[in-house]
């Protein structure tokens, strides 16, 4: 069975700094917004529009690692696709994401399939610049590995910080870093968990 290995990857860390990143990014957003003296609509009390709602399928290519303390890593990338769905309220996007991943995994030579399952809230900005700042608390994250002789499966939490740039009427480049923590294997407490640390390019159409 394909238990996980190479070198060791810093994730705490590197976790900490995407957090940094986004926090900055979405202050210098704010700060800008408040410069420009953009105008702020207030939300109608009338029955809902179809432009308050947000549908925003996606679709991008990942890589990083998955770690456990005492165990070396296994490298994992591939593509993953999802959609979000929100709806905007005092110029926040809130609502869900669900991402899904046909990846591969390769620990020395022994390669492996690794395809993620996850869902959580969802919450962005988007600001006059054509820029938006996102993140995703993933309240399920799931994962099967699965060579040619056995297959794991793993459950737990994690968490989706992107910065996004619309380049086109109809379609946004973004950037994403990806942390999964599985505290699971095969429905079985993990006395350390397997943490996952990925970055992530990916395209997405928002259709409103």
Known sequence: MLILVTKKIPGAELSKFYLAIF?????????QENAAGAPRRAPSSSSLSSSEFVVDPYL???TGYLSQTGIPSIKVEGVNFGIRFAYKV???DLGLDYMMGSENS???SNKSDYKPTDYGLYVGYKSSFALQVYAVSFISSKAKIQSSTN??????TGYKLGIGW?????MS???EAITRSY???DGTNLTSKVSGSMTAVSVSFPLF
């Open 173 to 175: 480049l973004n950037l």
């Open 106 to 108: 390769e620990q020395t």
């Open 90 to 92: 005092m110029g926040i």
């Open 151 to 156: 297959s794991a499966d793993f459950s737990g």
């Open 183 to 185: 505290a699971k294997y």
């Open 60 to 62: 991008g290519f990942e």
């Open 166 to 170: 619309k380049c086109l009427s109809f």
């Open 23 to 31: 926090l900055i990014t979405l202050s210098l957003f704010t700060m």
